[in-house]
């Protein structure tokens, strides 16, 4: 993973649920992160597959991620080329699911409420800190386990980079 990430906003509301993440319909049936990546956000947003390039973040409210508790939401937006994930909140088990993916989740207000979708954006890691068309935002810095796991992308990486 890079710790810097660079791509434009994809702007989402409140409750954004891993049903519209990536579609239920294809929970059982597809296995490929690849494959999966085709299906990310296709009933919210059905042409963002298509827009989306490497290092683009998405940007939404309140509750990102709620709803069931499939790995399958995080593994296709990484698999898309989704950079981060910024949120007013997550629920709590996207949180991690996506920590454990790689695909860094970062809480931030601030941004959230003055983005409109579009704007090129950076995120710093490293520094944690997002600069958006030239304001920026700082962020409490992820804990150095944290940190490891999403600079070897991604949990099972992480323990066979320590332990295979």
Not at 18 to 42: C, N, S
Not at 89 to 95: G, L
Not at 117 to 136: M, N, Q, Y
Request: glycine letters at 10%; aromatic letters at 10%; proline letters at 5%.
């Amino acid at each position: 993973m890079e710790e810097i990430i660079r791509g434009r906003v994809f702007k989402y509301g409140d409750d954004v649920n891993t049903d519209v993440i990536f579609p239920g319909k294809y929970t059982y049936t597809l296995k490929d992160p690849r494959e999966m990546a085709k299906h990310a956000l296709e009933d919210l947003d059905p042409n963002f597959v298509q827009r989306v390039k490497k290092g683009d973040v998405i940007v939404a409210g309140r509750n990102f991620g709620c709803g069931s508790s499939r790995e399958q939401a995080a593994t296709c937006l990484v698999a898309a080329g989704v950079g981060a994930v910024v949120a007013i909140s997550f629920s709590r088990i996207f949180y991690r699911n996506a920590i454990n993916q790689g695909l860094p989740a970062i809480v931030l207000p601030e941004l959230v409420r003055v983005t409109q979708g579009g704007e090129r954006i950076e995120v710093d890691l490293k520094a944690h800190r997002i600069t958006l068309e030239g304001s920026v935002f700082d962020f409490p810095p992820f804990p150095q386990f944290v940190m490891g796991i999403l600079r070897d992308g991604g949990l099972l990486a992480h323990l066979r980079k320590r332990y295979v």
